[in-house]
């Protein structure tokens, strides 16, 4: 599903126009970028939880070199699904 | 975790932002979550624009253990949403360390650089004494790392041996040249022009007798490096030959390169450009059919061309050339069979086309 056809049926949902939509979404992605940039982790209910961490500095294997290098530090986004959507999932595919 | 944040103040960051009353933004929000609750269902798949994508992932069978009481368990198959960060978000998140990169760690020693002006045939016309160093001083250091990759140091000291050698033999011939000038040229005659150094040597007295074979077997084995040399030469000729391109880039100043042990084309492009990426330039220039792009030889000689702009800023004719480089790249890895690897480089090919045109 593309982001016109979300915003479509969202501003339908919601009785706003799509520009008004598109708005509400552009700053709420926005939003989110910003937190996790700042550091700072959330709870999107229902779907999971975000925050971010700092993976430290290890050896890897690079196959294009074909030796052992050395990754340096990098802040990575962590999700976690919420209970709520891992029961539906699943229940949804056991049937 | 103290830095949390809520929903509640998602909520009203979101209101402000976008000038919506809070429960527009709070309804907005519930919507959203729903929908991509709902296309994860549906397709287990779903995306937030300029955020991040979420899938549902098939997670297999496997065995676990009770952390309270360690008892094995068996966690049955069962699926979970993952969250990709899209480009956007992942470099937001990580500016603080954007500026690390990931280094080799085989790296012992400062890797020198030879840079040379543009000249692969060295002047033949030169006197032949000068260009004999020459070829002594860079063969047999290549031809050592060539059979004993591991640091062997008899072959330096035979280099050594042998230019004390060659020294001492110009010196004692001058020496008998100018004692004997009459006898000298009798014989000089003679010899053939090829062996002078015996020739002066027969003169000299019988103690010097086993010098004398030292120096025949370092004559033939300068010889023999001489020709390895210009086969070499001969060989990076013909290459070039087979190539339009290169000979269309040949106008360009161009640096010599020499490859050495542990890297490829990646590492040079980054050395000499600055980045890595612009490694299918080299790979042009210096390509022939047989080879890889993913091995080098050591100590083989790249030619590597310069940029019209600069890495920061490359001009659209660097971008073309880029293009077609990399066109090539993708030839190559067919060739070898290497499917995967040769549509990458396609694909890259017409990224730079368009950023040439």
């Known amino acids: ?95 | 975790m103290s830095n949390k944040v809520t929903y509640n103040e998602i909520i009203e960051a979101l209101s402000r932002a976008a000038g919506f009353s809070k429960n527009n933004s709070e309804a907005f929000a519930k919507a959203l979550i729903t929908e991509i609750k709902e296309e994860l269902q549906k397709n287990g798949k779903a995306s937030i624009t300029n955020f991040g994508s979420f899938k549902v992932k098939d997670v297999a069978e496997r065995q676990g253990q009770n952390p309270q009481t360690g008892e094995p368990i068996t966690i049955p198959a069962h699926k979970r949403v993952t969250f990709t960060p899209y480009k956007a978000l992942r470099e937001e998140v990580n500016t603080k360390y954007a500026h690390l990169e990931s280094k080799l760690i085989g790296e012992k020693k400062e890797k020198s650089v030879s840079q040379v002006e543009d000249k692969t045939e060295p002047a033949e016309s030169e006197t032949p004494d000068i260009e004999l160093d020459e070829v002594v001083e860079e063969e047999p250091k290549a031809f050592q790392r060539k059979e004993r990759v591991r640091g062997n140091n008899t072959g330096l000291i035979m280099v050594a041996v042998l230019v004390l050698v060659i020294v001492a033999l110009v010196s004692a011939w001058f020496l008998t040249r100018t004692d004997e000038v009459e006898q000298m040229a009798g014989i000089e005659s003679a010899q053939t022009a090829q062996q002078p150094e015996t020739s002066g040597e027969s003169e000299m007295e019988e103690s010097e007798n086993d010098l004398d074979n030292r120096v025949d077997e370092l004559v033939a084995e300068e010889e023999r490096l001489r020709k390895q040399e210009e086969e070499r030469l001969a060989r990076l000729e013909a290459a070039r030959e087979d190539q339009p391109q290169a000979e269309a880039t040949d106008a360009s100043p161009m640096e010599i390169y020499r490859v050495q042990q542990d890297e490829w084309y990646w590492v040079i492009s980054r050395k000499m450009y600055g980045k890595a990426q612009f490694w299918p330039l080299i790979f042009q220039q210096n390509f022939s059919k047989d080879r890889h792009p993913d091995s080098l030889e050591i100590t083989t000689n790249l030619q590597v061309p310069a940029l019209v702009g600069t890495a920061e800023n490359p001009t659209k004719e660097d971008y073309r050339k880029l293009s077609s480089a990399s066109a090539l790249v993708s030839l190559a890895y067919k060739n070898f069979g290497r499917n995967d690897k040769a549509e990458e480089y396609a694909r890259f090919a017409k990224k730079w086309e368009r950023l040439g045109s």
């Open chain 1, 1 to 95: 599903m593309t982001k016109t056809e979300v915003l479509r049926k969202l501003a339908d949902q919601l009785d706003l126009t799509q520009a008004e939509t598109e708005k509400l979404y552009n700053s709420f992605a926005e939003g989110l970028t910003t937190l996790l940039a700042s550091k700072r982790g959330f709870t999107l209910p229902g779907l999971g939880s975000f925050h971010t961490e700092v993976r430290p500095e290890h050896k890897s294997y690079n196959p294009h070199y074909e030796q052992m290098m050395m990754i340096p530090p990098k802040k990575v986004v962590h999700f976690s699904q919420s209970s709520t959507i891992k029961e539906q999932i699943n229940e949804g595919g056991n049937e």
